[in-house]
């Protein structure tokens, strides 16, 4: 089974979606007026140039395939597939837009939201990495858990969140296209990091030159002594259940220690609070 497809089956699930000759007959052309953009939507920037082609496209030959929405009142949907299309169309001209209607939860329609944007290659890193965020934080799913639904290796995820322990302002390179993903891993974990994205922008310094400014410090930090294979699948066990990393040490008889939890914003300190609490 290819990633794709994988995807495909996963957002055909999440929208029952059933064969075109059925699914036909439930598509109802709805005003564009009536449509709101879901707030949790992942993607967060679309290209001007780009909904401009699609309105063009939409000028010429309509909108060919249907938008998924859902009924928040009488009068009033929100989105759960096709906002790029909603968009275009209203750049376009045109008052109505077809419409497939869904009951759907609020998790339900962040799940649809990634996956299928994931499966378009529409997010950026720092998008897709923020919406892992949410999901593991609103459905309180492991790695593993989303790793089956996105069709993405838990080492993949484990990566991408990793890039939100980086500075806002590194952040916002990477979204506006500044520096590279490459670039971006090689920063994480480094004391200087904010300093050397400005070396990376200003001197055009590609991914191996900053790997091997980044690489002393690195290696100094692998020099620390190796922590026990149980204490890392403790770590990672706790890592999983709580969405957030963790790290676990002992005092030099093992009797005593401590844990620490890592969050990247005041929302991931907020969501635990409020679980300690509640437990």
């Known amino acids: 089974m290819n990633k794709e497809n994988k995807l495909g089956r996963g957002l055909e699930t999440l929208l029952s979606i059933k064969p075109s000759s059925q699914d036909e007959q439930t598509y109802r052309l709805i005003s564009l007026s009536s449509i709101e953009s879901n707030p949790q939507q992942p993607r967060k920037n679309f290209e001007k140039n780009e909904l401009e082609d699609l309105a063009a496209s939409i000028k010429s030959q309509g909108v060919l395939q249907p938008i998924v929405v859902r009924k928040k009142n009488n009068s009033a949907y929100e989105i759960i597939a096709g906002e790029r299309r909603w968009r275009a169309s209203q750049l376009a001209g045109i008052h109505h837009i077809p419409a497939l209607i869904k009951e759907m939860g609020d998790d339900e329609i962040t799940q649809a939201a990634l996956i299928e944007n994931i499966q378009r290659e529409n ?16 459905k309180n799913l492991s790695y593993e858990n989303l790793s089956s639904i996105l069709g993405k290796s838990k080492s993949h995820i484990s990566n991408m969140l990793r890039l939100l322990d980086l500075d806002k302002e590194i952040l916002d390179y ?15 974990g480094v004391p200087n990091a904010k300093e050397l994205v400005q070396e990376i922008i200003n001197k055009n310094l590609s991914v191996r030159q900053i790997e091997n400014n980044t690489s002393k410090f690195k290696k100094n930090k692998k020099k620390q002594a190796p922590k026990d294979p149980n204490i890392l699948d403790l770590e990672e066990e706790l890592s999983e259940k709580i969405g957030l990393k963790t790290s676990i040490h002992f005092n030099e008889k093992g009797s005593s220690g401590s844990l620490t939890l890592y969050y990247s914003n005041l929302d991931q300190l907020d969501s635990i609070m409020k679980r300690l609490k509640k437990n």
């Not at 997010?123 to 609103?138: G, M, P």
């Open 123 to 138: 997010l950026n890193a720092v998008e897709e990495a923020r919406a892992y965020e949410v999901i593991l934080k609103n």
């Open 174 to 188: 990477i979204i506006s296209g500044k520096i590279s993903m490459g670039h971006a891993r090689a920063l994480i």
